[in-house]
């Protein structure tokens, strides 16, 4: 089983990125996906969830609005479209699937400051 992030980096307080999370080894579209976050000194964090197929998502109060997570399951990848960054959405971005999500990814680096 492999999660695999991308598209994190340096983007400046009102910018946009979106991350990637390629997936293999398992059943892609047979798990719902989500995102978590966690910043330095801080716990980890829920982001965003969603279903099997993708027609049910779910975020955190926090970036409800800016974030939109989706999924395609013919390239077994799931995306988070990140907009109006703010510098407390800084953090190591996660993906999870599978059982109890219990695959996760190494995660990707997002940094937002001026």
């Known amino acids: 089983v492999q999660l695999v992030e991308s598209g994190g980096g340096l983007v400046q307080p009102g910018g946009s990125l979106t991350l990637s999370c390629a997936a293999s080894?398992?059943?892609?579209?047979?798990?719902?996906m989500r995102w978590d976050r966690q910043a330095p000194g801080k716990e980890r964090e829920l982001v965003a969830t969603?279903?099997?197929?993708?027609?049910?998502?779910n975020y955190a109060a926090s970036v409800k609005g800016r974030f939109t997570i989706s999924r395609d399951n013919a390239k077994n990848t799931v995306y988070l479209q990140m907009n109006s960054l703010k510098p407390e959405d800084t953090g190591v971005y996660y993906c999870r699937s599978g059982l109890g999500y219990g695959y996760w990814g190494q995660g990707t680096q997002v940094t937002v400051d001026s």
């Open positions: 969603i279903s099997t197929t993708g027609l049910s998502t």
């Open positions: 080894g398992f059943t892609f579209g047979n798990y719902g």
